[in-house]
């Protein structure tokens, strides 16, 4: 009385593990040519051109610039101060 009296039903693998393939990423959508965030503010024209300018990152490094020594001579003076 070794053998068991239930039956062996066949199984195959493809309905116990999932297929191996990899899904396709979702296409994404762009808004407009640029994949602007605020599609409901339209750029303007002038304020485009005038930060196009060469000039304008030299400007904001230099104010960056000032900010930090201005910082830096205000820190100066107070308690916190090490030096």
């Known amino acids: 009385m070794g053998k068991s009296s ?3 039903t066949p199984t195959t693998t493809a309905a116990v ?3 191996n393939r990899p899904t396709p990423a979702p296409a994404r959508q762009r808004g407009g040519p640029r994949g602007a965030l605020l599609r409901w503010v339209p750029p303007s ?8 300018a ?3 990152l030299a400007a904001i490094l230099g104010l960056g610039l000032a900010l930090r020594l201005i910082h830096l001579a205000a820190l100066a003076g107070s308690p916190f101060f090490d030096s």
Do not use: C, I
């Open 6 to 8: 239930r039956r062996k």
């Open 54 to 56: 060469s000039w304008v």
């Open 17 to 19: 593990t999932p297929p």
């Open 45 to 52: 024209p002038d304020l485009e051109a005038w930060l196009g």
